[in-house]
């Protein structure tokens, strides 16, 4: 099955600063990459996601990019603020078809200093 | 839009114990997760629905876990009996496009469950 690595587990920055986050991914087929944010005691809102037939999608402060080739995507937020603050799950998981489950990473603590 | 409904929010139990989760998903969304999260860990899928049937169970304990949607919009999660690791929070997600499709598959999560087994 799908096993799914995420880096940081905690990453610390100033207000203002940027903030990337990595996973990686097992298996190749794998083409649809979704990331959560989920404030303590919140539930997982998506965020952004990103399907393999792109390598780059951005959506204002936030954005995604994908490396097929290495299996890896990652999250980056620029001009962080403290309401950025929250544990950042990546998932992966191939579609359609209903019998492939996502795969969450273990999940990136930010926090963001004022 | 109501969002997807959850209950309990808390419970504890003795281990051995039953226990019952329920989850009302968004209306008109055909499939729905069912995800332990272990503190400090990412959402681990246990089953995945598509209307009324079950579409994946294979990371469902299935000697003491169980699963249903009937006429495909409730579902309930029951434990019996439980364990001490059973302890986590039991989200509960929804989506409004169909797997086959891979079209609207966004996934709207409850507030979960919290149980702690003693």
């Known amino acids: 099955g799908e096993n799914v690595e995420q880096h940081p587990s905690t990453l610390s920055v100033q207000e203002g600063d940027s903030a990337v986050i990595k996973c990686t991914y097992s298996?190749?087929?794998?083409?649809?990459f979704p990331w959560y944010k989920q404030e303590l005691g919140k539930r997982p809102q998506l965020i952004i996601d990103i399907r393999s037939n792109v390598g780059e999608k951005k959506d204002q402060r936030i954005a995604v990019t994908l490396n097929k080739t290495a299996k890896h995507f990652s999250l980056h937020i620029t001009e962080t603020q403290p309401e950025d603050s929250a544990v950042y799950f990546c998932?992966?998981?191939?579609?359609?078809?209903?019998?492939?489950?996502?795969?969450f990473g273990r999940g990136t603590s930010l926090i963001v200093h004022p | 839009e109501a969002g997807v409904a959850q209950s309990p929010r808390y419970k504890i139990i003795e281990k051995r114990q039953s226990v019952a989760f329920w989850c009302n998903p968004i209306s008109g969304h055909a499939t729905l997760y069912w995800y332990q999260q272990i503190l400090g860990q990412g959402p681990k899928l246990l089953i995945q629905?598509?209307?009324?049937?079950?579409?994946?169970d294979s990371q469902l304990p299935k000697d003491r876990f169980s699963a249903e949607r009937l006429k495909g919009v409730d579902s309930t999660l029951k434990i019996q009996p439980a364990k001490l690791e059973d302890s986590a929070v039991y989200l509960c997600?929804?989506?409004?496009?169909?797997?086959?499709?891979?079209?609207?598959?966004?996934?709207?999560f409850g507030q979960g469950t919290r149980l702690t087994v003693v």
């Open positions: 997600a929804s989506s409004l496009g169909s797997l086959l499709t891979g079209l609207n598959t966004e996934a709207f």
């Open positions: 629905f598509q209307n009324n049937g079950v579409v994946d």
């Open positions: 298996d190749s087929a794998s083409n649809y």
């Open positions: 998932a992966a998981r191939w579609l359609p078809g209903g019998s492939y489950i996502p795969t």
